[in-house]
């Protein structure tokens, strides 16, 4: 087992050098530090308040961030949305949530905010190598919807888990007709919330045209890819969703929620 355990350290040594730990309690993080040092080489920032982390956040470029579920001045779930919905370039980055005080609603919470992990104290050296390996080694597929912006929630907490898949999706779906449905369910839902949330409605539309584009052309699928790379067109050629666009914007999209399959709602479109 020892053996094995080198062998993951050296796998995921390269993906982990910049490391953020959010944590106001300076004794958890000094642990949390030595205990990664103990695995590996890397260089480990401690973020004491959120002001600090934001900071940090943009600065350090982390490559893995701790985050205290809650404490003076923080709310790590909290903080963990706004960096899935900033414009910052670490907002992809691998968060592991981390707490004491474990109940099932902070692990849903913890979830829907888009971390990756969730880590309960005290935990073990195993128990952290297994996140550390999670993070590093079993990327998983980043949503970019309105109501969530994350990794794939199927895989929540894989640290845990080292079975089969047992989803019928995970096992009888190709990559590409899965990536079409989701991207169809969340570009229609994207539309719906171009008048409330419009920045991140764009923003989950370019992504979404870009995903059916490229699943379009893997199955060769004439019309899809055509309406799809439409709308591509549209959204790179603004920058804002406005009143004056956004009825335009809703008619490209509407075309495109044409070719979803049967099974895909699509209710009515609304104008900002």
């Not at 999670?134 to 794939?152: N, Q």
């Not at 929630?153 to 047992?166: I, T, V």
């Not at 370019?206 to 799809?228: G, I, P, T, Y």
Request: charge should be positive; include cysteine.
């Amino acid at each position: 087992m020892f053996s094995e355990d080198q062998k993951i350290i050296q796998r995921v040594a390269p993906a982990l050098q910049r490391v953020l730990i959010i944590d106001p309690q300076p004794a958890s993080a000094r642990m949390l530090a030595e205990a990664l040092r103990n695995f590996f080489t890397c260089q480990v920032w401690i973020a004491p308040t959120r002001t600090k982390a934001i900071e940090l956040l943009q600065a350090a470029m982390p490559q893995l961030v701790f985050v205290e579920l809650s404490g003076p001045g923080l709310d790590g779930i909290e903080l963990t949305r706004q960096l899935r919905r900033s414009e910052f370039t670490s907002r992809k980055v691998p968060v592991i949530v981390t707490t004491a005080t474990a109940t099932a609603q902070s692990i849903v919470a913890a979830r829907d905010a888009g971390a990756h992990e969730f880590l309960r104290k005290p935990y073990t050296s195993k128990d952290l190598l297994r996140r550390l390996e999670a993070v590093a080694l079993k990327p998983r597929p980043w949503v970019e919807a309105v109501a969530y912006v994350g990794p794939d929630r199927r895989r929540f907490n894989s640290g845990e888990y080292s079975g089969r898949r047992k989803r019928k999706a995970d096992l009888s779906e190709t990559p590409e007709a899965t990536k079409v449905a989701q991207a169809f369910k969340i570009l229609n839902s994207a539309a719906l919330a171009m008048q409330g949330d419009p920045s991140q409605a764009l923003r989950s539309m370019r992504v979404q045209a870009a995903d059916l584009h490229e699943a379009a052309v893997a199955l060769k699928d004439v019309r899809l890819a055509r309406a799809a790379g439409e709308l591509q067109a549209y959204l790179a050629a603004i920058k804002t969703i406005t009143a004056e666009n956004a009825l335009a914007l809703s008619a490209v999209v509407g075309e495109l929620l044409k070719l979803a399959p049967v099974e895909v709602p699509r209710p009515a479109m609304k104008a900002a």
